[in-house]
């Protein structure tokens, strides 16, 4: 099994910053895509960011040139700094993974998440 486990979230003024992390932990062949997601009150899911092991990455049209996404393949850690922060990012902020592992003698596969962190702007 393999755990993602958040951390870094909190209470910040609008204009402030935030840098969460997530690593990833268990029986892991390697990951493909981490990205972090986020969920306010009463909307969808939404993708913030994404970074394939390569390092190519994408972001929601909202957060960019405030946010970076980067990770540390050794340490199968995603972080994700959040800058110039707005009452409008205030969310759950999700980790994901794409985690390849033997199964069955073949490799696949599978998607993991995170607990969730909140993030909340507000003066």
């Known amino acids: 099994q393999v755990q993602l486990v958040e951390s870094g979230g909190g209470l910040v003024q609008p204009g402030g910053s935030l840098r969460l992390s997530c690593a990833a932990s268990?029986?892991?062949?390697?990951?493909?895509?981490m990205g972090w997601y986020r969920q306010a009150p009463g909307k969808e899911r939404e993708l913030v960011a994404a970074?394939?092991?390569?390092?190519?990455?994408n972001y929601a049209d909202s957060v960019k040139d405030r946010f970076t996404i980067s990770r540390d393949n050794a340490k199968n850690t995603v972080y994700l700094q959040m800058n110039s922060l707005k009452p409008e990012d205030t969310a759950v902020y999700y980790c994901?993974?794409?985690?390849?592992?033997?199964?069955?003698?073949?490799?696949?596969?599978?998607?993991?998440w995170g607990q969730g962190t909140q993030v909340t702007v507000s003066s």
């Open positions: 268990g029986s892991i062949f390697s990951i493909n895509a």
């Open positions: 994901n993974a794409e985690v390849r592992n033997w199964r069955l003698a073949k490799l696949i596969d599978e998607s993991y």
């Open positions: 970074i394939t092991s390569g390092g190519s990455t």
